[in-house]
């Protein structure tokens, strides 16, 4: 069996039946689901969600308050498992940073690569999947490759 993280960006359209990439990514958990694999969720990747799902739309948000945002969170959690943090997760994610000179945004992204190491989760569905590059020994698969596959 094999484990998918969902990266931030398959969470949010995936919980947005309004997003135009909401069928591309819902078809794409679907899939992986009906062959036995795993789709699993991060504590980083929830509250990114949340910071997205919740920032106004005129600043790039969905706009959502927190009431709806906590609703969506919790559905999302009776759907998918949530690997639980570790306390490696900070010294395994400062020696990706340091090592590999991350810095800004990127740093997001390790710690999620971080997480993924320690609980040995080697797949993440993601649309962005230039954000992972050279991060980690990982597989990196865009929704539509999933979909195509099928």
Same mark, same amino acid.
């Given at each position: 069996m094999t484990t998918y993280l969902l990266d931030?960006? *398959?969470?949010?359209?995936?919980?947005?039946?309004?997003?135009g990439q909401h069928e591309l990514v819902t078809n794409a958990v679907?899939? *992986?689901?009906?062959?036995?694999?795993?789709?699993?969720?991060?504590?980083q990747v929830l509250i990114e969600m949340w910071v997205a799902a919740t920032r106004p739309t005129d600043v790039n948000g969905?706009?959502?308050?927190?009431?709806?945002t906590r609703n969506v969170i919790e559905q999302l959690l009776q759907r998918f498992p949530l690997a639980e943090e570790a306390p490696q997760l900070f010294p395994t994610w400062l020696e990706i940073v340091a090592t590999q000179k991350i810095s800004g945004k990127r740093a997001h992204d390790a710690r999620i690569i971080a997480m993924m190491k320690i609980a040995s989760i080697h797949h993440i569905l993601t649309l962005n999947p230039g954000d992972f590059a050279n991060l980690a020994d990982i597989t990196v698969v865009h929704p539509q490759h999933i979909v195509d596959t099928e």
């Amino acid at each position: 069996m094999t484990t998918y993280l969902l990266d931030t960006n *398959i969470v949010l359209r995936f919980s947005n039946p309004s997003d135009g990439q909401h069928e591309l990514v819902t078809n794409a958990v679907a899939a *992986i689901l009906a062959t036995g694999d795993e789709c699993l969720l991060v504590p980083q990747v929830l509250i990114e969600m949340w910071v997205a799902a919740t920032r106004p739309t005129d600043v790039n948000g969905l706009g959502w308050s927190t009431t709806y945002t906590r609703n969506v969170i919790e559905q999302l959690l009776q759907r998918f498992p949530l690997a639980e943090e570790a306390p490696q997760l900070f010294p395994t994610w400062l020696e990706i940073v340091a090592t590999q000179k991350i810095s800004g945004k990127r740093a997001h992204d390790a710690r999620i690569i971080a997480m993924m190491k320690i609980a040995s989760i080697h797949h993440i569905l993601t649309l962005n999947p230039g954000d992972f590059a050279n991060l980690a020994d990982i597989t990196v698969v865009h929704p539509q490759h999933i979909v195509d596959t099928e």
